[in-house]
């Protein structure tokens, strides 16, 4: 089954699917532009792909530590500016955390939905409108955007099920 990538993956989905595909996607891509994913930023990557919850870099120190990796902390950001830059994981500033893209193919801007209540992270592609927006904002504010990013926190909607559900059982 492919899943809707506009929508938050239902609870009961293949994640092994997912992290195959972004796995390979991320193959791909480096063999693409000769960059080179070493065993240690494969791993990486794998784990940051762990759920759909955006995942912080000393969570993922301690499982490589667990798993025998002589990993220090720089060796670990080194390996994340590296999926960073590849494309393959966004980094979300109000979290400090990590979440793998699932189109690293195309460059866009991350903006996110993240449910506050199981903490999955959602990306938001093909959202033309919402980039022209910005860009239209920030040109009328003779501003020049370096970067951008979106943050929207909230409930998903198995999140919200769940609290109607609670609330009518009340
Ligand atoms: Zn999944
Ligand atoms: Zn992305
Ligand atoms: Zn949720």
């Known amino acids: 089954m492919k899943l809707d990538l506009d929508q938050f993956p239902p609870p009961a989905h293949d994640h092994g699917d997912c992290i195959r595909s972004a796995?390979?996607?991320?193959q791909l891509r480096c063999e693409r532009h000769g960059a080179r994913l070493t065993d240690l930023r494969r791993r990486v990557l794998e784990l940051v792909w762990t759920s759909h919850e955006p995942v912080g870099a000393y969570a993922l120190l301690d499982t490589l530590k667990s798993e025998g990796h002589a990993a220090a902390p720089p060796t670990v950001y080194r390996a994340l500016d590296f999926l960073i830059d590849q494309g393959l994981v966004h980094r979300l500033e109000r979290l400090n955390a990590f979440v793998g893209c699932p189109r690293p193919e195309s460059s866009h801007s991350a903006h996110f939905l993240i449910c506050t209540d199981c903490g999955?992270?959602?990306e938001m592609l093909d959202n033309p409108a919402l980039d022209a927006a910005l860009q239209n904002a920030a040109d009328a504010s003779g501003f020049t955007v370096s970067r951008r990013t979106i943050e929207v926190e909230g409930l998903c909607p198995d999140c919200r099920r769940k609290n109607e559900e609670t609330s009518a059982a009340g």
Do not use: C, Q
């Open 23 to 26: 796995l390979d996607a991320a």
């Open 120 to 122: 999955r992270a959602l």
